[in-house]
């Protein structure tokens, strides 16, 4: 098979299965998998070509395809004075819908044995954490280093950006603060730092303290995401051992190495 359309099929923006195929063929997909299927068929031709292919020839599902050994016992014997038989256009078209159905198959098969990309296992599993601190019942934020505080409510309305020099100096002044560290390395992962955010959670991990065990889940994850896949898993196995802290999602996320 050309290389360069093996590419072309599997370098869509998302896998196609084939029964989301057959819900879009027969009109019976929701929203989100007509949106999926629609915007593999702009970025592949050769999905739109089969998708279109499918719909002009009246299909509302891909052929099932026997196996090659019994479509092989239905040849007739080699015969040295046969005429080359010409197709007619419908002929034609259901050899062109069948070749489509052996490259989606084959499409659907590569993706499923795939294992799961770094990325996308960091988009499954990871969610961000709210601020969890109060501001505004007086004595849980009287203590509060001023700077924090406001950087606090900066993170709590989704200005990470805007909260990270906050964190910055209220760490300059309180260098032992879990919950600045914390915060601090969540607003770093928001912001795609994620060597950053590293090194701020694993502070807060070896400290035991409040944070330290969803800290080490996130280092998990930004460990994950950063590409380090043994490692996230040497970690994960340990984590799952010792840490209660979204445990269920841990165990989940280490069957999908």
Same mark, same amino acid.
């Given at each position: 098979?050309?290389?360069?359309?093996?590419?072309?099929?599997?370098?869509?923006?998302?896998?196609?299965?084939?029964?989301?195929?057959?819900?879009?063929?027969?009109?019976?997909?929701?929203?989100?998998?007509?949106?999926?299927?629609?915007?593999?068929?702009?970025?592949?031709?050769?999905?739109?070509?089969?998708?279109?292919?499918?719909?002009?020839?009246?299909?509302?599902?891909?052929?099932?395809?026997?196996?090659?050994?019994?479509?092989?016992?239905?040849?007739?014997?080699?015969?040295?004075?046969?005429?080359?038989?010409?197709?007619?256009?419908?002929?034609?078209?259901?050899?062109?819908?069948?070749?489509?159905?052996?490259?989606? =198959?084959?499409?659907? $098969?590569?993706?499923? /044995?795939?294992?799961?990309? +770094?990325?996308?296992?960091? !988009?499954?599993?990871?969610? #961000?954490?709210?601020?969890?601190?109060?501001?505004?019942?007086?004595?849980?934020?009287?203590?509060?280093?001023?700077?924090?505080?406001?950087? =606090?409510?900066?993170? $709590?309305?989704?200005? /990470?950006?805007?909260?990270? +020099?906050?964190?910055?100096? !209220?760490?300059?002044?309180? #260098?032992?603060?879990?919950?600045?560290?914390?915060?601090?390395?969540?607003?770093?992962?928001?912001?795609?730092?994620?060597?950053?955010?590293?090194?701020?959670?694993?502070?807060?991990?070896?400290?035991?303290?409040?944070?330290?065990?969803?800290?080490?889940?996130?280092?998990?994850?930004?460990?994950?995401?950063?590409?380090?896949?043994?490692?996230?898993?040497?970690?994960?196995?340990?984590?799952?051992?010792?840490?209660?802290?979204?445990?269920?999602?841990?165990?989940?996320?280490?069957?999908?190495?």
């Amino acid at each position: 098979m050309n290389k360069n359309i093996l590419n072309d099929l599997l370098n869509t923006r998302g896998p196609i299965s084939e029964k989301e195929l057959n819900a879009y063929l027969d009109g019976s997909a929701p929203e989100g998998v007509r949106h999926n299927v629609e915007n593999s068929m702009l970025d592949n031709p050769l999905y739109a070509e089969a998708v279109e292919g499918y719909q002009e020839m009246g299909l509302s599902s891909i052929p099932e395809l026997e196996s090659f050994s019994d479509f092989e016992k239905k040849l007739p014997a080699l015969d040295k004075g046969a005429k080359i038989i010409q197709l007619t256009p419908a002929q034609k078209l259901l050899r062109v819908a069948a070749v489509a159905a052996v490259l989606l =198959l084959a499409v659907f $098969a590569y993706n499923a /044995f795939q294992a799961p990309s +770094p990325d996308s296992l960091y !988009a499954d599993f990871y969610a #961000p954490y709210k601020n969890d601190i109060s501001l505004l019942r007086r004595g849980d934020a009287d203590d509060l280093n001023k700077d924090f505080k406001e950087a =606090l409510g900066l993170y $709590a309305v989704g200005k /990470f950006t805007e909260a990270m +020099p906050g964190f910055e100096k !209220a760490l300059s002044a309180e #260098p032992q603060n879990d919950a600045a560290h914390f915060f601090t390395g969540m607003a770093c992962m928001e912001t795609n730092q994620y060597g950053q955010a590293i090194e701020h959670l694993k502070i807060v991990k070896s400290n035991s303290g409040t944070y330290a065990s969803k800290a080490y889940w996130y280092t998990i994850l930004a460990t994950l995401k950063s590409g380090d896949m043994e490692s996230a898993k040497s970690m994960l196995e340990d984590y799952i051992e010792k840490v209660g802290y979204k445990k269920a999602d841990a165990k989940k996320l280490m069957e999908q190495f």
